[in-house]
């Protein structure tokens, strides 16, 4: 069993190296309106401005050196300025 001092370790490093988020390869979101590392959960808010994006079909979370850290496929429509809240968690796999 890995300690939860350790998945709280991890969930820092995770938080702290999350630089910005890039919707559909190409919007660049750098402003977040939270993010916070929770015991071993990181949670991110940012905003999605409808003038800018219609369909947001690809979430990437990328690091200061442009390297995705996390890629999700998606399929949000953006009908107004919207809201969005992303939670990593860390936790053990279980068998």
Do not use: C, W
């Amino acid at each position: 069993m890995i300690e939860r001092a350790f998945l709280t370790e991890i969930a820092e490093y995770t938080e702290n190296k999350i630089a910005k988020v890039v919707l559909n390869d190409s919007l660049e979101i750098t402003d977040f309106l939270v993010k916070e590392m929770t015991d071993t959960k990181v949670g991110m808010q940012y905003l999605i401005p409808a003038s800018q994006i219609s369909l947001v079909t690809k979430i990437a979370l990328v690091d200061q050196s442009g390297t995705a850290i996390s890629t999700n496929e998606v399929y949000i429509p953006i009908a107004s300025d919207t809201l969005l809240l992303q939670t990593i968690q860390v936790k053990e796999a279980s068998a």
